[in-house]
């Protein structure tokens, strides 16, 4: 359901709002921290700057940095900044929803949750807990530590956020 381009744009996110100085970071200094290819991640980032979640810096210092608060932030405005918008695969009409076919009703229902979670969800809650805990049998793999297996106990997020000045 989530592209690869929206995964390593959320662990992109997640690492940079765990900064504990807001700092502008370069896509490979990101990449390399996520253990992701530097070409790809800067392909992750262009959507997030294009859609405005980033802030990109030129210079010595250059890169990218948060340009909106975590808790502003939604999973919906990052799958959409990197998949595009989320459509449903429904009968268009502008009729009445009661005169609508039975299929069209289950599309709308299933594309009415799909983006109503997406959008309920954010940033802020993502780093409340980056990674999973308290498994049992070794550790999970987990699409946010990009399928590594996790141990039993995880590290506590960090605690301050930062975002561009």
Not at 77 to 84: D, M
């Amino acid at each position: 359901m989530l592209s690869k381009t929206s995964i390593s744009a959320l662990r992109a996110l997640v690492h940079l709002a765990q900064q504990d100085d807001g700092s502008c970071l370069s896509p490979r200094r990101i990449a390399e921290a996520l253990d992701e290819s530097p070409t790809y991640m800067a392909k992750a980032l262009r959507h997030l700057v294009k859609a405005r979640i980033l802030r990109a810096e030129k210079g010595v210092h250059g890169g990218v940095r948060l340009g909106l608060h975590p808790s502003d932030i939604t999973l919906l405005a990052i799958v959409e900044a990197c998949q595009g918008v989320i459509v449903g695969d429904f009968c268009q009409s502008s009729r009445p929803a009661s005169t609508f076919c039975n299929f069209h009703k289950a599309a709308l229902e299933l594309h009415n949750s799909i983006t109503g979670v997406l959008a309920r969800w954010t940033l802020a809650h993502m780093i409340e807990k980056p990674h999973p805990s308290g498994v049992h049998g070794g550790g999970v793999a987990c699409v946010m530590t990009n399928g590594l297996l996790f141990p039993e106990i995880a590290q506590p997020a960090r605690s301050r956020i930062r975002i561009g000045k």
